[in-house]
């Protein structure tokens, strides 16, 4: 993988520069603890009864045979644990985002929910004791599809939320006069675009070890993005206050946003533990990692633009439906950012958009890297290629006339900053030779087809004003003029710890090295909200960097008295503080802070919150693709995306976060979907055997281009995020490279060799 970076200012010392990341050593040599490799004394192993109907009263449930057996210590049902309704996200995204589900419930609401747990001296023994619980159903009709869910009369699933099966009223946006911009348009292109069900697959399963103390206080080991919103929830829903919860997160292995929402299995866990007075460990199976877990929300939308004949947009009409299934998780907020979407990337003065959510009687879709816009912005992108070969124009030079720039307003409602996602286009063009690459002459005389595609995105840095988000960081300065950083922000496996401590380093003027990282324990880090939105570097890195700040005030202002001098009389100079006037005199930060010729040593800390608006990063990415019209399958030849998100502050950590995105993007795009029955809601493919992902020797060569053009005030150094957008970019830049290898225009995802073949044939 080639990585390129334009820099927008000289380097910085710290930040800018690819330093060893902390958590390196331990992860290659085996040596990072996971909360799977937690062994407590006395443990127990909690599994899971899960449903083998899609929806049903659950008439009656008999442990006995369970509890009777060698080795089995509890067993738990919707009889004997809490009845307190809650959200499966723990931070909902939407004042209307309701409460819909319970620890175990009456009903089962989709194939493969929890009905019952038992907790046992060995998995083995738990795995038994499940085949001992009879469970009697009353079977009720299903609904699969958002069509058929939203019809007159359909099975209800929930008795909350708006009404009929929406999990949410309907999100509308208006904008201008939407018939005025079609009456001015010169033609007008419509269609329809389906969705799959791709899952985050994270290589870590959800697991959770749970233990109470002689005080009866809560530990829970976990593998989450929001330990806080689990402590949060946890309280709530066992009936104990904060303070007698803790939540611990060390390493994970991945979440991609679907480790926001609880499971099930960490209000289970902790009433098992409570129960038997003894730890208990519960871990999926990766089959369960898809029949509990989360995943992208499948998508029905209906897509309809005007244009002039100059390429101008004049009004823009949708109506996007999300496939929620069984429960609301983050439904509401992924209606409300993906409809919203639509309104941006591309400048259009009228718009009026619908979002709708749905409940189904299908596995529970949640968060996910790309949060609601992946869905709608390949819709919107396949769209203006249609129109440009409608104008007979070239695709990015049409989508490059109509990209937002500086103080074109934003999905949020802000102005964008700087001309970020055009610099994005221009680069990437220049970079792939993209008009000589549009002139080559086909090759026909083989089955391969080779065409190149464009996909812009734009993604924000931060929820708001979905959430009113606050990062907060402590830094605390030793005495030995090293620093530590204090921060509840996880750590999924992407480096963000390693880039906040470049951050403070490079505020305090120190080295690297000379700053550790305190994480992951919520009785000992400052208040996080959780990892996601690609708001780590953004919003904890700003407030680390403010933390910092205060500290070097505090330094200077010990340093002033230890020279006998004005603080605004000093500055820093090559690691040291010294006299304005006289360079020569000064002191290190150790002399300047620890105890010396009677003075003691300074207690030092910093303290950071930051609230932020919103800040959006862009990329324009650049596919070449093969398409063999025999078996019909499509190659990803080479990737060449280009970021723009403000400082980089870590290059190979951000260019790890690109590569994986688009690795992600690919398998979304041309392999991977969570399917299901459509007459019984069994699942079809949960495994790995099953659900296609591509693999490290599936991936393509990768030219990942960097720029700095746009940086954010608001980020630390002028960084923003780029977790989120490399998975934006991918799939419709790889849908417009297959149309221009065969002429074939797909309107869904993924799009799998039997299309292909299905399309050819119906384009002959």
């Not at 009456?106 to 009905?115: A, D, I, L, Q």
């Not at 738990?126 to 009369?153: H, K, R, S």
């Not at 992600?664 to 659900?691: F, K, W």
Request: proline share 6%; charged share 20%.
């Amino acid at each position: 993988m080639k990585r390129d970076i334009d820099l927008a200012e000289p380097a910085h010392k710290v930040i800018g520069h690819s330093v060893k990341r902390r958590d390196l050593l331990d992860k290659v040599t085996g040596q990072a603890v996971y909360a799977g490799d937690l062994t407590l004394p006395g443990m127990l192993h909690g599994k899971m009864l899960r449903s083998k109907i899609a929806h049903a009263r659950v008439v009656r449930i008999d442990a006995s045979k369970a509890l009777a057996l060698p080795g089995v210590k509890a067993v738990l049902t919707h009889e004997n644990v809490p009845r307190v309704l809650h959200y499966g996200s723990p931070h909902p995204r939407s004042a209307s985002c309701t409460k819909d589900q319970y620890i175990f419930d009456t009903k089962v609401r989709y194939w493969g929910e929890g009905v019952a747990v038992v907790a046992a001296i060995t998995e083995e023994i738990a795995e038994e004791a499940l085949d001992l619980i009879e469970v009697e159903y009353e079977p009720l009709p299903a609904v699969f599809t958002v069509q058929d869910a939203m019809q007159p009369g359909a099975p209800l699933l929930h008795d909350v939320g708006p009404g009929g099966n929406l999990v949410l009223p309907p999100v509308i946006v208006k904008r201008g006069d939407i018939e005025r911009g079609f009456a001015e348009a010169d033609f007008v292109i419509e269609g329809e675009f389906e969705l799959g069900r791709p899952t985050a697959s994270y290589m870590e399963p959800n697991i959770c070890v749970c233990q109470w103390d002689s005080n009866d206080k809560l530990t829970c080991w976990v593998s989450t993005q929001t330990a806080f919103m689990v402590r949060g929830a946890l309280a709530e829903v066992l009936g104990v206050p904060l303070h007698r919860v803790r939540v611990l997160v060390d390493h994970m292995g991945g979440g991609f946003g679907a480790k926001q929402d609880l499971f099930q299995h960490e209000f289970l866990c902790a009433l098992l533990a409570r129960e038997t007075r003894r730890p208990v460990r519960m871990e999926f199976t990766r089959k369960e990692t898809f029949l509990g877990g989360r995943s992208r929300h499948p998508a029905s939308i209906w897509l309809k633009q005007g244009f002039r004949n100059d390429g101008t947009i004049t009004a823009r009409k949708a109506r996007v439906i999300y496939n929620s299934g069984a429960y609301g998780s983050h439904g509401p907020g992924v209606t409300t950012v993906g409809t919203n979407a639509l309104s941006s990337l591309y400048r259009c003065d009228n718009v009026e958009l619908e979002g709708l959510c749905v409940y189904t009687n299908n596995p529970i879709a949640g968060a996910f890297r790309g949060y609601g816009v992946v869905q709608t912005y390949y819709a919107l992108d396949i769209q203006m290629d249609e129109a440009a070969a409608r104008l007979g124009m070239d695709p990015a030079q049409l989508k490059l006339q109509n990209v937002v720039r500086e103080g074109d307003i934003a999905p949020s409602g802000h102005p964008v900053v700087g001309h970020g996602l055009p610099d994005c286009v221009v680069r990437g063009m220049a970079e792939v030779d993209w008009e000589a690459q549009r002139r080559r002459p086909r090759d026909t005389s083989g089955p391969l087809r080779r065409g190149w595609g464009i996909g812009c995105e734009m993604h924000g840095s931060s929820a708001y004003p979905g959430i009113k988000e606050q990062g907060n960081a402590i830094v605390k300065m030793n005495e030995d003029g090293t620093a530590a950083l204090l921060t509840g922000a996880a750590g999924l496996g992407t480096g963000a710890h390693t880039a906040l401590a470049q951050i403070v380093a490079e505020e305090l003027h120190l080295p690297f090295e000379d700053v550790s990282v305190v994480h992951g324990d919520t009785d000992v880090v400052p208040w996080d909200i959780g990892a996601f939105a690609s708001h780590t570097t953004y919003l904890v890195g700003r407030a680390a960097q403010m933390a910092a700040a205060e500290v070097r005030q505090q330094v200077m202002q010990q340093a002033a008295i230890r020279l006998e001098a004005e603080p605004n009389a000093l500055t820093w100079l090559d690691g040291r503080i010294v006299l304005r006037e006289d360079p020569l005199r000064g002191l290190t930060v150790r002399e300047a802070v620890s105890p010396t010729r009677g003075i003691p040593s300074a207690h030092i800390i910093g303290h950071g919150s930051y609230m932020p608006t919103k800040s959006y990063s862009f990329a324009a990415h650049f596919v070449e693709v093969a398409v063999d019209i025999e078996t019909g399958q499509v190659h990803v030849l080479q990737v060449v995306p280009v970021h723009e998100f403000g400082k980089v502050i870590h290059p190979v950590a951000a260019s790890g976060q690109i590569e994986g995105g688009i690795q992600q993007g690919i398998g979304h795009t041309l392999t991977e979907d969570y399917l299901v029955d459509t007459t019984t809601g069994r699942s079809l493919n949960a495994s790995l055997v099953d659900y296609k992902m591509p693999l490290s020797m599936d991936m393509p060569p990768i030219r990942t281009i960097m720029l700095e053009t746009a940086p954010d005030p608001g980020g630390p150094f002028g960084a923003k995020g780029v977790g989120e957008d490399p998975i934006v970019a991918i799939g419709p830049a790889i849908a417009s490279a297959i149309y221009d290898a065969i002429g074939v225009r797909f309107r869904c995802y993924p799009i799998t060799p039997e299309k292909v073949l299905q399309a050819l044939a119906a384009q002959q």
